[in-house]
């Protein structure tokens, strides 16, 4: 099947290096890196080159990473490891803008009474500091927040609110699910406690993610087992963990000027689909990863709008693909203030390094052609 994929919050695609490192790993070299045979040595000695692959992609020590099966396991772990670090601090401050990985686990620890305070965006899906602020308190066991948004790439001023969680004696932990690949991810810039994310974001597979643990952080094992230093129990995903260290690697490299030429793509798509859809706004403003474009086509089903996109072959999402049944707005654009009728008006288009200018092209022609025939204007004014 031809098409042109534009979905790449949701999921990218593995690139053929990291296809090929993971190849050996399958049929090859499959011993248990806990075995002491050789071939479980081989094993063990992969596992340890992609964890320094990873801690250098985060300017963190090795043995800060917990390999796991993707950021809504990591987020899992950060959020119920920092509540059982310190029994008396029952509170967790996030923002209304979550993913639902934190907001549903959020959901489920407040019905067994722990305080939830979720910060406000404003109208550019921008964090509310001094709400946050006011929200931290000495019974704040941590303060978890998104680094951008998955709907509307709008990026978190994370240090600023790390110093906020710090000043009251809170854990900070960021959902890095969307910058990882987007933007340099440095722990100690960052200075965070606990980060998340997930490989099949950044071109390695689906299925395995990482927790950064600050040493120190005291973060306890979800699940237990001896391996990962006793944090995280099961065998390694090692064909995965070795892909994650490639794509951290390639990663690396993309983001020296390469974000650039992405921006310059996504500014591209909005700019003329503004100007030749006048009925078009972008959702989301300030400082924004360089890869997505949340767009409102005011009037139109963006529902509808996906079907046709579909039908040529134009692959894009209605927003977080987690949530995405097309019936129920975004709980992001409606905290950012949209109607109801603007939020299901909305859809997501997310390049990635491999977008060109071609696709750029084809897509606006698609969009333009599409969404002036559901409002009824003349295709080519
Ligand atoms: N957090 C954010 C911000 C995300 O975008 C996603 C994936 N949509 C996740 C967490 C969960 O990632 P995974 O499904 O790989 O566990």
């Known amino acids: 099947m031809n098409f042109l994929y534009f979905d790449n919050n949701a999921s990218t695609r593995v690139l053929p290096q990291v296809m090929q490192a993971m190849q050996p790993w399958f049929c090859e070299q499959y011993g248990n890196p806990s075995s ?175 927790l950064f643990a600050r040493r120190g952080a005291g973060i306890p094992a979800l699940i237990h087992g001896h391996q990962e230093r006793h944090q995280r129990g099961g065998t390694e995903n090692l064909p995965g963990i070795v892909g994650l260290g490639v794509a951290c690697r390639l990663a690396e490299q993309y983001l020296v000027g390469g974000t650039d030429r992405t921006a310059s793509l996504r500014d591209r798509l909005e700019r003329e689909l503004l100007q030749r859809i006048p009925f078009a706004r972008i959702n989301g403003a300030g400082p924004r990863v360089s890869n997505t474009t949340s767009l409102c086509f005011s009037g139109c089903s963006g529902e509808e709008l996906l079907h046709s996109l579909g039908q040529a072959g134009v692959m894009a999402s209605q927003g977080s693909a987690c949530t995405a049944d097309g019936t129920e707005p975004s709980h992001v654009l409606q905290a950012m203030g949209l109607s109801r009728h603007d939020a299901l008006a909305s859809i997501r288009f997310s390049l990635s390094r491999e977008t060109n200018e071609a696709e750029i092209e084809v897509l606006l022609q698609s969009t333009i052609a599409i969404t002036r025939r559901m409002i009824s204007l003349p295709v080519a004014a």
């Open 36 to 210: 002491s045979h050789p071939l479980g040595q081989f094993s063990k000695q992969a596992l340890l080159s992609a964890r320094k692959a990873v801690a250098g992609f985060l300017n963190a020590k090795p043995n800060e990473l917990v390999f796991t099966s993707g950021a809504t396991e990591s987020n899992h772990m950060a959020i119920l490891g920092a509540l059982a670090t310190d029994p008396t601090r029952k509170k967790i401050v996030t923002s209304v803008v979550e993913h639902s990985s934190t907001l549903l686990l959020l959901d489920h620890l407040a019905m067994q009474g722990i305080e939830v305070v979720r910060v406000p965006v404003d109208g550019n899906g921008t964090l509310d500091l001094a709400c946050l602020e006011q929200a931290v308190t000495a019974d704040t066991a941590l303060v978890t927040l998104m680094h951008a948004n998955n709907e509307t790439g709008v990026v978190f001023p994370i240090k600023q609110a790390a110093a906020i969680a710090h000043s009251q004696g809170a854990l900070f932990h960021t959902d890095a699910a969307q910058t990882a690949g987007k933007i340099t991810l440095d722990v100690c810039q960052l200075d965070c406690d606990l980060l998340s994310f997930s490989g099949h974001k950044l071109h390695a597979p689906k299925g395995v993610g990482v």
